[in-house]
């Protein structure tokens, strides 16, 4: 008969051959385990057999009683050693089916010996009382052994013929039909004991089987349970430990051989007591926490404290049978990380100073802190940093600015507030304050540290710094406005003089405010084409005919009227637009100059920020090539600005200009550093001598001598030289007298004119005869 059993997921048939050892040797176990039993019965037998043999005088019944007597003590004994071979370890599958030959083979050959025996005392005598003894003792002991021995289906298979099948035998020698239907009625209840004793072996596997699964799973939720990252306490009903886990016991610092099953809360933290893990002053509180939840009283966690510095988080779950289990966490390693996290959201990973967040955060609380006693914040900014990371580079730029730190710490007291606000600006929040002139006194002691040397990894920097200053409730209550106003204040500051510091004043709100208006303004003229370009022209000397028209960006204001390029210009340029209204400009001149007479050129100024943010070459190409002009009635004009950044690539630049045609003249000269080695090293066409080197021209000699120099140096080096800003005869009549000077420009001949103006005076195509006929 076949059955599946399940071991380990698998379908395998329950045939002892093909069990694994920790099934079958259970089994077998089986068979060795009641060695009193056997004992019992092996003498039970031996006595029957030696009371026949008295009976009937029979030496082969002696001989029978002997054999089974040794035998018994043989397999007595060998029970004992199967034993202490099981008590020494693990064993293999071979030497647990060796061990079950070994009983198969004593059982059989004891069961054999009690089946000839019955089938001799049948052949020696028909005494009922030997008769009946044989049968009587054979059955029993077969019922016994089938009872005792259904572990293993071969031993009960193996008694039942060796004994079984004597017996039934010994019962047909007599003959008669009542010998013949006892030996009938044996047969059937053999075959009884055999069923029998397969269900009983049958249901012994499935509990072998069964223990084995709940070991199995013992001891996997063992494993699971102490490899568990928390710790772990169950309570049971009455809030008495059911289960802990080595890590709950590492947690709380208890010894791992003491079983605490059974151990109420308050001894458990008892013992956390006596392990050091937490003070004895905190054993009432920790234990009434830990009984207050488990009563379903409160469902919160908490957390101790250790001694040691840790911090134990402990969580309840509530079970269905009144149970609660309680998980410890350590989180200490969690705490510290969070503590490091809020540290970097709140404070500057460079500096170690507070960020912007947290300088807002402690603002609120200085002011609210303050009432209406005066607060001071001040903007703090690094003049020259920028250099620095240039030429130091950004490692060396990051170490100067944990000095500037280092030295703002000494600086202010305990109660004011350093922070970092980003980049190279710093804010200082000064309270308790008596007036202004505190906060004025700390201003300069900023500005004057801050200007001292340092050294940055072995070189020697020096920058400065320049400070706006706000304050509160003077100027405003909140830390935004504050803020705001500050930044301003810092901003007219730069303006007016680096190195310095400066309150905030209404004014600057004011002209904020009218910058703002004129950006948004910009804008929207930009985008609405609200730009005109005036023309003013350059007269020739010589053949006294207009040469060249300048032109000029104007804008009028639809409300403001008129604005000048002075306002305008810069604003463009910090807002980026200037680029974008540079190319307009050159479209339209060349547009315009395309309805000159053929001899007038239209010149274009650039201005530095347009030269480097643009590809001017590709500017000048694409205007030329959208309006038809010729590229030697292009003329752009420069100042020495544009050279300050890069000399070497503007250079390369001004050169692919003269390439394409282009001529190119340097504006202004005599305004900045007018090196000479400008003139010599550049392509230059043109030289505009500035407008300040006509002060005193009429009555200085200097002043002349100083002009006709620099034109005739110019003129020598073959460039054409013109002189701007003519207001008068006298200024003109000089100029003039001068051969190496071939343009004027100037409110003498002609203001910068609209479009449709300075036409009207090119069809004249001559100067007033009044100007230059004088001069002639």
Known sequence: MRRLIRFRGVQEPAKTRDLPVEIYAPLVDSLYSERLVLLIGSVAVSLAVLTTAFKVASTEIYLLWGGMVALGAFRFLDIGRYNRRRRAGPVTIKEVKGWEMRYVAGAAAFAAMLGVWCVVAYSLTDDPYVRMVCIAATIAYLIGVSGRNFGSARVVAVLLLSAGVPVIVALLMPGGAYYFFSAVLLSVFFLSLKFISDRLRRTLLDAVISARDIAVLATRFDTALNNMPHGLCMFDASRRVVVTNRRLRELLGLSDTIDRKGETVRELAIDCVEAGTILRTELDRVAGEIDLRLRGEETKGFTIEKRDGRALDLTFQSMANGGSVVLVEDITERRLAEARISHLARYDALTGLPNRIHLRERMEDTLAAAGSQPVAVMFVDLDQFKQVNDTLGHPRGDLLLRLVAERLRRIVRSSDIVARFGGDEFVIVQSPLSNAEEAAALARRVVQSLSETYDVDGHQVVIGATVGIAMSPRDAIGPDHLLKIADMALYWAKSDQRGTARFFEPEMDIRAHARRTLELDLRHALVNNSFQVFYQPLFDLKTKRISTCEALLRWPHPLRGMISPAEFIPVAEEMGLIVELGKWV????????????????????????????????????????????????????????????????????????????VRVSLDDFGTGYSSLSYLQSLPLNKVKIDRSFLEDLETGERALILLRGVAQLSASLGLQVTVEGIETAEQLALIAAEDSITEAQGWLFAPALPQKEISALLERSSVAPQLLGRVA
């Open 586 to 661: 050159l479209r339209e001149a060349c547009r315009t100059c395309m309805t000159w007479p053929g001899g007038v050129r239209v010149a274009v100024n650039i201005s530095a920020n347009q030269f480097s943010r643009g590809d001017i070459v590709e500017v000048v190409k694409d205007a030329l090539h959208e309006t038809g002009l010729e590229a030697n009635r292009l003329e752009i004009e420069i100042t020495e600005s544009v050279l300050f950044q890069n000399t070497r690539a503007a250079r390369a630049t001004l050169r692919r200009l003269r390439e394409i045609g």
